[in-house]
């Protein structure tokens, strides 16, 4: 049971909303699409399900071509940011409805639906209707409808981002565990790097209708194959300046550190916001002076908006800071945590720090 993309792409006029794509998805697997909004995630998963059709290339399941089958006999099913269950009907008969709609014996319906509903931790609900639901219980009946389909390949786009904080992260604790029970395909839409390590599988980003990476969550993560991909695994976006490297040393502004190995040039450095620091830490951290553009206080982490010599950065420090816009900061950098990419913007060295994990 194999989900194959072979050059698939999809245009509206002259707009390219999915450049030519080769995917291979395997069974039991959770395949997350990671990217911004209008990065392409929703198209490609409609292009996945059928809904739309490519303007190009071929869509294969278990070797078969499909790629002008209708949705509606493919075994495919889909979950929505918002909880589409039927009002008027108990969460037992929302569970139900696909089943009863293929014609399955009642019998049978009986025992999927039970069997679904201890799987999403639903069976003291079966008989509430979904406005007397909590917002997660609501978005576990719509998954279970999904679910008891017994469908090939499940698609979520973006399930979890309606929820509040408490629910949202409810879910995603539950959600690997579901699909692992399953044995599906199920390919996950998000805009949330964090939400992508969470439910861990695979990972492919996207960024403007391109897949620019794809394999196991935690190798996206730590070894991104270039800036972009960088940029779209990281929250906030990684920042960025440029190195020189000269003799094995390379020197960022009026800070040096050694990089054995390495060509003499011009690269981009690049370290995620949570690995600046507000002291100076690790031995051997670069001081890199920076000037505070803007502050904003999320409780136990503070996002310092700052300008380093025209290279707009974010640092993501723990507890509450207020200095005042315009005034000078030393921020701190440990060149473990610095990736380095060529001039072609691909990954020449991976940071340290991540090769050790």
């Not at 996945?48 to 495919?76: C, E, F, H, K, Y």
């Not at 940011?81 to 009642?106: E, K, T």
């Not at 060295?349 to 050790?356: C, S, V």
Request: glycine share 10%; proline share 7%.
């Amino acid at each position: 049971m194999t989900l194959e993309l072979q050059g698939i792409s999809r245009a509206i006029g002259d707009e390219v909303w999915i450049h030519p794509t080769d995917l291979r998805l395997l069974p039991g697997t959770m395949n997350v699409l990671l990217g911004p909004t209008r990065a392409g995630k929703t198209t490609l998963m409609r292009l996945m399900a059928g809904l739309d059709a490519p303007t190009s290339g071929s869509i294969l399941w278990n070797g078969a071509d499909v790629t002008g089958v209708r949705v509606q006999d493919r075994g495919v099913a889909m979950v929505y940011q918002q909880f589409i269950n039927y009002p008027s009907m108990s969460v037992y008969d929302n569970i139900a409805s696909p089943l009863r709609l293929q014609g399955v014996p009642r019998a049978q319906v009986d025992s999927r639906v039970r069997q679904t509903a201890e799987m999403m931790r639903l069976t003291p609900m079966l008989e509430r209707r979904p406005l007397e639901l909590s917002g997660g219980q609501q978005q576990r009946t719509a998954l279970a409808r999904a679910l008891v389909k017994g469908a090939g390949l499940v698609m979520l786009d973006e399930p979890l981002a309606n929820l509040d904080y408490k629910l949202r992260e409810e879910l995603r604790a539950e959600i690997p565990r579901i699909f692992s029970e399953s044995g599906a395909i199920f390919v996950y839409a998000t805009t949330e790097p964090e939400e992508a390590l969470l439910l861990g599988g695979n990972t492919a980003t996207l960024w403007e209708g391109r897949i620019t990476q794809f394999g196991p969550t935690p190798e996206v993560y730590r070894a991104p194959r270039d800036a972009t991909t960088a940029r779209v695994f990281s929250d906030p976006p990684m920042n960025f300046a440029q190195a020189v490297i000269r003799n094995g040393r390379a020197r960022l502004g009026e800070a040096e550190w050694d990089v054995p190995g390495l060509p003499d040039g011009t690269y981009q450095a690049g370290f995620r916001a949570n690995h600046l620091r507000l002291s100076g830490g690790a031995p051997g951290a670069l001081a890199l002076p920076a000037r505070l553009r803007a502050s904003e206080v999320t409780g136990a982490e503070s996002y310092l908006h700052l300008d380093h010599s025209g290279d707009r950065w974010i640092a993501l420090v723990d507890g509450v800071h207020r200095p005042e816009p315009g005034q000078a900061l030393t921020v701190w950098l440990d060149p473990a945590h610095v990736y380095l990419f060529g001039s072609d913007g691909l990954l020449a060295r991976p940071a340290p720090y991540a090769q050790a994990a």
